[in-house]
């Protein structure tokens, strides 16, 4: 049996590792901390699949083992993010019976069913082997992630000092709890939604040099690069907007 059959597995078992860790994180009250693991998880979903085609060491199992790993990373880890969020919210409101507040946080669980379903999808979609339809689950748990944290006040990590930019916080504070619980659930539901949608999305794969075959590419890369320069973390939830942005009005052209 070769060793390095199994580095795939192994790499996608270390996604696998960080998605769980970030759920501790996430439900501990440490935004900062579950980010890091969810973009580190995304890291390892990157490089697994890498591996398995320079090693030629594909299988349907490690198929089955990323998607599996994907949702608690990419599925549940947002998703217990953004209950944690809602729930401290939820607190600061004099409701006149408790069941009302609890009543917000099912919109947490949306992300983790929606999230399942376009991981179904996607592995019995043959349409999807250079390009995506719908959003990436990784994508989305990205956007989660760096919003939620921008919305958490001080959840700049000290070993990341001045990267998270603009403070959100500065924003949410200005809105009434029920109105910030109210826009996280449409926006929860409204971004769920296009993990199952059908609107073509293009992959970060380069087919080849020329600009005509990677011009969304091309455009995405040193733009995205930029927003992340200048903003910091607010910065990469732009960019996961650009993205979408890009692929819809190339779908219209």
Do not use: E
């Not at 439900?27 to 591996?51: E, K, Q, R, T």
């Not at 001080?154 to 916080?169: E, I, M, Q, V, Y």
């Not at 995205?224 to 190339?250: E, P, Q, R």
């Amino acid at each position: 049996m070769k060793l390095q059959k199994h580095i795939p597995n192994a790499l996608t078992c270390a996604n696998l590792l960080c998605g769980c860790y970030a759920c501790i994180l996430a439900l501990s009250g440490h935004p900062a901390g579950a980010m890091v693991a969810i973009f580190a998880a995304a890291g390892f979903d990157f490089v697994d699949g890498l591996a398995a085609r320079l090693l030629n060491a594909c299988s349907s199992i490690g198929k089955d083992l990323d998607s599996l790993a994907d949702m608690v990373s990419f599925g549940v880890a947002p998703g217990m993010m953004l209950f944690d969020f809602l729930d401290r919210t939820q607190k600061t409101v004099d409701w006149s019976h408790p069941v009302c507040g609890k009543l917000f946080l099912s919109a947490a669980f949306v992300i983790p069913v929606f999230s399942a379903l376009r991981l179904a999808r996607f592995n019995n979609d043959a349409r999807q082997h250079t390009s995506f339809i719908g959003l990436p689950v990784p994508a989305h748990a990205i956007f989660w992630a760096s919003l939620l944290c921008l919305l958490v006040p001080s959840a700049s990590p000290a070993f990341l000092p001045g990267w998270f930019g603009a403070d959100g916080s500065v924003y949410a504070s200005r809105m009434s709890p029920i109105a910030v619980l109210a826009v996280a659930g449409v926006l929860a539901v409204s971004s769920s939604l296009l993990l199952v949608s059908n609107i073509p999305m293009f992959s970060l794969k380069f087919k080849s040099p020329k600009w005509k075959d990677n011009r969304l590419q091309y455009t995405f890369l040193p733009a995205a690069g930029g927003l992340v320069m200048s903003f910091g973390i607010g910065g990469i939830t732009a960019s996961i907007l650009l993205y979408v942005l890009l692929s819809i009005f190339n779908r219209r052209n």
